[in-house]
């Protein structure tokens, strides 16, 4: 199972920069004509239909972005999925276009650095569903500037979405997986979580903390049946730099000074996006 979403998640790499801005929310609810239900039209039938068909699957931050992008791909290899996002009504607009489509999905609004919210919400899908078999820590935001400028509650917010709404993830979703004897737990840390990534310390701590909570867990979670994963996307211009907190500048201002240029979006698809950035499982 580790090795299909590790697939499935190289997959997405090679179409995200074409899909996750194609279309704005509304009209995705509205039915555009012209692959209006998210792009999903352009990636039926789905070559891991087969491998994911009904697994039950939750994925926060699903509203935009990657996120998004991971409930359109497994929805459309035919699992199960709730959307999980601060945004609620983004992420109703993009279940109600995977419906549309003719595919499973749900919504939900969940603010992931609420524990009993996040306890709450895995709890309903288990008695809905009898279990879970994929969860997407995906959710996640920046601050971005240089130490001496940040905050405290810049600090603490970024502790609480990036860290511990990843941590709430697992401690709701791992003793149940390990109950079953299946399941996999997939973090979305980012390249900041490899290699330095000056003017953003403070996110940059956060993505460490994933990648080694990730890799220690997937040692002591396979044998017991349930495997673990890390994605380290590269720059990807989505929302999370359009949300983000800027202590110094905008992103593109300190993406200037980093030296770097998010991969932009493209609507008729990109020739290869994963090569701008790495992607490790652990």
């Known amino acids: 199972m580790r090795d299909r979403v590790d697939r499935l998640v190289e997959r997405l790499a090679l179409y995200l920069s074409g899909w996750h801005d194609h279309l704005s929310p509304g009209r995705q609810a509205a039915g555009d004509p012209n692959g209006g239900a998210v792009g999903i039209p352009a990636i039926a039938p789905n070559p891991h239909g087969e491998r994911f068909r009904n697994r039950i699957t939750i994925v926060t931050g699903a509203a935009s972005g ?54 709450a919400l895995i709890e309903r899908v288990v008695a809905e569903h009898g279990r879970l078999d994929l969860l997407f820590n995906n959710a996640g935001v920046l601050v971005g500037g240089p130490v001496e400028a940040m905050r405290p509650v810049d600090w603490e917010r970024l502790v609480s979405i990036n860290i511990l709404g990843v941590i709430h993830g697992i401690e709701a979703a791992y003793p149940r997986m390990v109950r079953q004897g299946s399941g996999q737990i997939v973090n979305t840390a980012s390249l900041a979580g490899l290699v330095p990534m000056p003017w953003s310390s403070a996110y940059t701590m956060t993505k460490h903390a994933i990648v080694g909570l990730s890799a220690a867990l997937w040692a002591e979670a396979i044998d017991k049946g349930v495997h673990v994963s890390v994605v380290c996307p590269g720059f990807i211009d989505t929302n999370i730099f359009r949300t983000a907190t800027y202590r110094s500048g905008s992103f593109r201002s300190l993406f200037a000074e980093i030296g770097v240029q998010p991969t932009p979006s493209r609507r008729g698809g990109a020739r290869d996006p994963a090569r701008r950035g790495r992607r490790t499982a652990a």
Do not use: C, E, M, Y
């Open 66 to 119: 990657i996120g998004r992008s991971l409930a359109i791909q497994l929805a459309a290899a035919g699992a199960r999925v709730t959307l999980a996002d601060v945004d609620g009504d983004g992420a109703r607009a993009v279940a109600s276009s995977i419906v549309g489509a003719g595919f499973h999905a749900a919504a939900a609004a969940l603010d992931v650095s609420d524990r009993d919210g996040v306890r």
